[in-house]
């Protein structure tokens, strides 16, 4: 898990190891901008009009077409909302090092000796 991390947040190689759980609850804590809200509530209509269904007469109809609903939904939430969580997490790792400038530059220099 901590690779994948480190792939969607490159900012994370400038953090010292130790610190980079607190560093990542901090930026996922960091505000949506109107960018980011705005483009995730286009993903959730698009997902809600991609997943519109006509219920049919019969319960095994009804669960047939929610689940199929379901597993449509879930990855295209993923790829149309994700990348937006993911934007601003990395806007909040890139605050979190201007704020703690010193953290950043420590790692660094351990990294080149």
């Known amino acids: 898990m901590a690779k ?12 010292p190891p130790r ?15 109107g960018l980011e809200l705005a483009a995730i509530a ?3 209509a698009l997902t809600a009009g991609a997943t519109r269904y ?11 077409a929610f689940l199929a ?10 790829v ?5 969580f993911v934007r601003r997490t990395r806007r909040g790792l890139q605050h979190y090092l201007r ?5 950043g530059l ?3 220099g351990a990294q080149g000796q």
């Open 4 to 15: 994948i991390s480190l792939l969607i947040y490159p900012e994370l190689h400038r953090i």
């Open 19 to 33: 610190e980079r759980d607190a560093a990542l609850g901090s930026a996922r804590e960091t505000p949506f901008d």
């Open 42 to 44: 286009l993903g959730l």
């Open 54 to 64: 006509v219920v049919f007469d019969g319960l095994t109809h009804r669960i047939e």
């Open 69 to 78: 609903n379901f597993l449509l939904a879930v990855p295209l939430l993923a």
């Open 80 to 84: 149309l909302a994700g990348p937006f």
């Open 99 to 103: 704020t703690h400038p010193s953290r």
């Open 106 to 108: 420590q790692e660094r």
